[in-house]
């Protein structure tokens, strides 16, 4: 189990760099594309290098802590790494130390706000929260530690989600029984009556509001939609079937993408309502012709022939996949090992100069210790600075874009293959179905 926060740092990243490097409460410290001694520096330097960066957030701290004695320091360590890998995609630069001066092991990760190889800022909203989240929890169940369970008092719940999709959410239960009693009233006080007598408690105010038995709190029949204000309520009790309707708008069924069938078998809709199961099986219906005419277009007249496209398909879109993400990281190792030349061309005159009266300057030990960083870097990379290895690293930058442009590309179209595939594989298993059911064959 791991808990994951994130907040952004707008003015104290040297004192959060510090206290993250603490060696009383760290064990283990691992940092990528800067040096955990000049990080601060580093990450400023980057933000300099955005001219479209705005705001004031220099950094983001993230905390995954985990549950006291279910993991060692150790794993504690890699699971941070790969969360960090696999979330900020070698964009960006971080420090990760792992502490164990509690009694919960947890890590602390600071990555830059802006990203060193495509100078973009890092996007800080509750998507990439929740995806974060996700990773951390995807991590943890890799590694056989319990995961949280998602709150359920915030928002929807996933529960409340899937049964709002079943038809047994509190709303869609209020909306149906409004419906039947709006048909059976003759009045608005027959249908507060039948309310009442369906087990709802009103209450009435400005907005006037329903509570099933075993329902904590009132909805407000507003909350509903348009046609359930009390207003509403009694006009459509008055006109009913003289309201006017919504035209749908016509569809061209020709032009209509791919769809998945419908599973009519224990449908709950199905089984209350016969004119949506008239459409579900219409619908049904033209999906197979759909499925059918698919497959027969793409030269596949059987299920082995499918299984195997299936597998090419797949096969293609792992293969892009692998490839961009080794794109991915040869554009971020060569963006380093730029950043270091810069650092150490930009370094090396206040590094080597002989005016000893600027050696007490902030600003002369800043560049000392970039410098140093950058010597360092550029040895462990074995590469000696010159205007020529500039040239020819920036060179290979710029192939790796196109390369990866070219990747993303064929990415997008792999994933509407993989998204029809999938498709046509429920549509499938749907048919398969129905003719099991009636002891007939399957012919594509």
């Known amino acids: 189990m791991a808990i994951t926060k994130i907040w952004s740092i707008k003015k104290t990243l040297d004192k959060a760099i510090k206290y993250i490097l603490d060696p009383i409460k760290s064990k283990y410290v691992h940092s990528y594309a800067c040096a955990p001694e000049t990080a601060d520096l580093e990450f400023e330097l980057t933000l300099d290098q955005n001219s479209r960066s705005g705001g004031s957030n220099k950094a983001y701290h993230i905390i995954q802590s985990f549950k006291p004695e279910e993991i060692s320091p150790e794993q504690a360590h890699e699971i941070g790494k790969k969360l960090l890998d696999q979330h ?27 990203s060193f190889v495509d100078h973009k800022k890092y996007n800080d909203c509750t998507k990439t929260y929740y995806q974060l989240r996700e990773a951390s929890d995807i991590l943890c169940a890799e590694h056989g530690l319990s995961v949280i369970p998602p709150n359920q008092d915030k928002g929807k719940s996933h529960y409340e989600w899937q049964m709002d999709q079943q038809g047994n959410s509190w709303k869609t239960q209020l909306r149906t029984v409004i419906d039947m009693c709006i048909q059976s009233s003759r009045t608005f006080e027959d249908f507060t009556s039948q309310m009442q007598a369906h087990g709802y408690e009103i209450k009435y105010g400005k907005h006037i509001a329903f509570r099933a038995e075993k329902q904590k709190r009132f909805t407000r029949a507003m909350q509903l939609g348009e046609n359930y204000t009390e207003e509403n309520i009694k006009l459509r009790i008055v006109q009913k079937d003289k309201l006017p309707i919504k035209k749908s708008k016509k569809i061209n069924l020709k032009n209509e993408p791919l769809s998945i069938m419908i599973a009519l078998e224990n449908n709950k809709k199905v089984i209350e309502s016969k004119g949506y199961e008239h459409w579900a099986k219409l619908h049904n219906l033209k999906q197979n012709a759909k499925t059918i005419n698919l497959l027969k277009e793409l030269g596949i007249t059987s299920l082995e022939e499918w299984e195997q496209k299936k597998i090419s398909n797949q096969e293609m879109m792992t293969a892009n996949n692998s490839e961009m993400k080794t794109v991915e990281i040869k554009l971020a190792n060569t963006q380093f090992i730029l950043k270091q030349l ?16 600027m050696l007490n300057s902030s600003e002369q030990e800043s560049a000392i210790r970039l410098y140093k960083t950058a010597v360092k870097a550029l040895k462990q990379a074995n590469v000696k600075p010159s205007k020529q290895i500039k040239h020819e690293l920036h060179r290979q930058v710029k192939s ?9 590309k064929k990415h997008k179209e792999c994933k509407k293959v993989q998204k029809q595939d999938r498709i046509i594989e429920q549509n499938l298993i749907q048919v398969f179905k129905v003719n099991h059911t009636n002891n007939a064959d399957i012919d594509i």
């Open 342 to 357: 810069d650092i150490y061309e930009s370094t090396k005159g206040v590094y080597h100069s002989t005016d000893k009266q």
């Open 400 to 408: 790796l874009k196109n390369r990866r442009e070219e990747l993303y």
């Open 88 to 114: 900020l995609q070698s964009k960006y630069e971080y420090i990760l130390t792992t502490h164990v001066d509690k009694e919960h092991i947890h890590n602390h990760g600071i990555f830059c706000a802006s």
